[in-house]
Every structure is written in C-alpha cells, then in structure tokens.
C-alpha cells in the first residue's frame, strides 16, 4: 500500500486499466471523492448515505450532486473491482444496496492521489501560460467567482 506512484500517467496499458478513469477528465472526480468517503468511513455504506456525504466534500462544496451521477459511478466502479456490493434486506423498512471499498479500490485511490497533484502543477502552469497569453501577472490567490457567488450565472 506504501507503492508510490513517481510518474503522472500510466506507464502502461495494464496500469491504465487499473483505474481507467484515472486522468482522463476532471469531471470524472466523483470517483476519488467516493473512495475517499468509503476508506474514510471504513465500513460499508448505503449509497443515499454516499450521496449525503459527498455534498460536503470538497467536488461539491455543500451542494447535493446529482444522486443518479452517483450511482452510475458506484456501478462503473463495481465493474472495476474497485467496489462491491450487496443489498441489505432487513426485516422491516426497505432493502438497501451497501457498497464497500475493495483491496483494488484503495489502490486505485492511492493513484489518484498522485494523479491529483500533478494536476494541480498541470492547472498551475496552464494559469501562467494563459496569464502570459493575456499579457497580465498570474493572480496570486486564484479566485473562481462561480463559486464566490453561489454558482448563479450573471
């Protein structure tokens, strides 16, 4: 678990298909976000209580994602070996599907965890160069208006 991970993209086809989201797009963060919910809490989890979690996570910032999106992702991430899952029947109330983070899952986690930081440096230097494209300095604290004014378009 200790395996570092020294370069930004998979050497290999096989280390691709380790996590095959892993780089392809910053809207697939819904993944990492959901395995670390699920290492962090440990346990196995019903996908509602996934979907509440994730509001407070930094992908969403207090804001409910769109449970369907999800659940889609719990099921691709299935797939993948990166999670399994059950359904909970219990004698009253309505069953429940519980997911829980496979060995291979924390791995693919691990891997993002470098991914994410090389695009941080990615993101950074796409700052400078298109600062430089403008002819203006890099702003020194980044300051994303979409979520300053609540995400309302003007």
Not at 29 to 46: D, G, V
Request: hydrophobic share 35%.
């Amino acid at each position: 678990m200790d395996q570092m991970w020294s370069q930004c993209h998979p050497r290999t086809d096989e280390e691709l298909l380790e996590c095959a989201a892993l780089g392809k797009s910053l809207n697939r963060l819904s993944q990492p976000t959901i395995l670390t919910i699920l290492a962090a809490n440990n346990r196995p989890m019903h996908g509602y209580i996934i979907v509440q979690q994730a509001a407070n996570s930094p992908m969403f910032g207090g804001r409910k994602p769109d449970a369907t999106g999800i659940y889609r992702a719990l099921k691709r991430m299935e797939e993948a070996e990166l999670v399994k899952s059950w359904w909970d029947t219990p004698e009253e109330g309505s069953a429940k599907r519980q997911f829980e983070l496979t060995e291979k899952g924390r791995l693919c986690l691990r891997r993002w965890i470098d991914a994410l930081a090389c695009y941080k440096m990615t993101i950074e230097d796409l700052r400078v160069s298109a600062s430089t494209a403008l002819g203006i300095d890099v702003p020194p604290t980044p300051y994303c208006a979409h979520a300053a004014d609540g995400g309302e378009a003007d």
